[in-house]
């Protein structure tokens, strides 16, 4: 085989495997809640906003005194890469996609020379249409299986454009609960790179 066609095929495959292959071609949201909701996310792209935290039960102390920062670093037409620092700490980064049933919420975790973290790629999907201003991802089976406590956790991203940016988690049955809030009105300097990245 020749070696361009074969660094063609091996690149095709590396593609393939790395945007999951198996999901159906990304849903038109033209015109729906979610169309507008991703055109808020997307509007944010290139800025970095601090943020407050709002909510936690049980308490973390791993939060505790840390300044709180998220960057919508990374946007191309059906995904969107949103680091979130705490302290020095750069190893999370929210991936939200747009898939052939709405949009989806992944966590990629990663270790500080780069690796994957055990537990990371967790999160869910929407199975609502929601609201122009906040979405709903129920935890999926891969998470389930990763994080058995957290099979029941329902993530929430909810965007007021010109002023705040909020994520959330509740555990359903559970007092569990984690809420930040990003002013959206004072971008802050973007951050260096999360792991990984």
């Not at 039960?57 to 791993?62: E, F, I, M, V």
């Not at 949103?82 to 949009?103: C, E, K, M, Q, Y």
């Not at 990371?120 to 929407?126: M, N, V």
């Amino acid at each position: 085989m020749r070696p361009a066609i074969l660094f063609s095929l091996t690149a095709t495959i590396f593609l393939t495997a790395c945007s999951g292959g198996n999901d159906a071609p990304p849903r038109d949201l033209s015109g729906s809640e979610q169309h507008a909701f991703w055109t808020s996310l997307q509007a944010l792209c290139g800025q970095a906003f601090a943020g407050t935290l709002v909510e936690m039960s049980p308490p973390d102390t791993s939060f505790a005194g840390k300044e709180l920062v998220m960057h919508v670093r990374q946007c191309e037409d059906s995904v969107v890469r949103v680091p979130f620092f705490v302290g020095n700490d750069r190893s999370r980064t929210w991936v939200i996609s747009r898939t052939s049933a709405g949009l989806r919420l992944k966590h990629d975790h990663r270790h500080e020379d780069g690796s994957e973290d055990e537990i990371t790629q967790y999160g869910g999907d929407t199975s609502e249409p929601g609201s122009t201003t906040r979405q709903e991802f129920a935890a999926d089976a891969h998470t389930a299986s990763l994080i058995p406590a957290a099979a029941t956790n329902v993530w929430t991203l909810e965007i007021q454009p010109d002023r705040s940016l909020a994520y959330a988690l509740r555990r359903e049955g559970t007092a569990r609960r984690f809420r930040v809030e990003f002013d959206l009105t004072r971008p802050v300097p973007a951050p260096p790179p999360p792991w990984g990245y």
